[in-house]
């Protein structure tokens, strides 16, 4: 039914396995894998903490006012968990590891 779908719409290349993936492995038949992407949770913490560490560090040793990006981003870490909007996970989103081709879905 979907390699039908896929013909009618012009593709030329098209297989159909009969019992899908699982018997295509099966066979020994080579299959490409995608490797996930870390978790979109988890890269929002590695780069919060990292952006904390470096304003930390510039505040430190170049000037006094880096510490206010630290605060900044202590104070949107605490507005994330309040309203559950999160700037920054929508912009990792966009992100090219986190894309998922249509055809690997």
């Known amino acids: 039914m979907a390699a039908e779908r896929l013909l009618s719409l012009g593709m030329v ?3 159909d396995v009969q019992g899908g ?3 295509w492995e099966h066979a020994g038949l080579p299959v490409e894998k995608q ?3 870390m978790p979109l949770e988890r ?3 590695i780069v919060a903490g990292a952006l904390v560490f470096g ?3 510039l505040g430190f040793f170049v000037n006094f006012t880096f510490f206010y990006g630290s605060a900044l981003i202590g104070f ?3 507005f994330t968990g309040i309203l ?3 700037p920054m996970m929508s912009l990792l989103k966009l992100m090219p590891w986190n894309r998922v081709s249509i055809l690997t879905k």
């Open 21 to 23: 993936m699982a018997a």
């Open 84 to 86: 559950g909007l999160c």
């Open 35 to 37: 490797e996930a992407a």
């Open 43 to 45: 890269q929002v913490r």
């Open 76 to 78: 949107m870490l605490a």
């Open 55 to 57: 304003f930390s560090l």
């Open 13 to 15: 290349n098209i297989v």
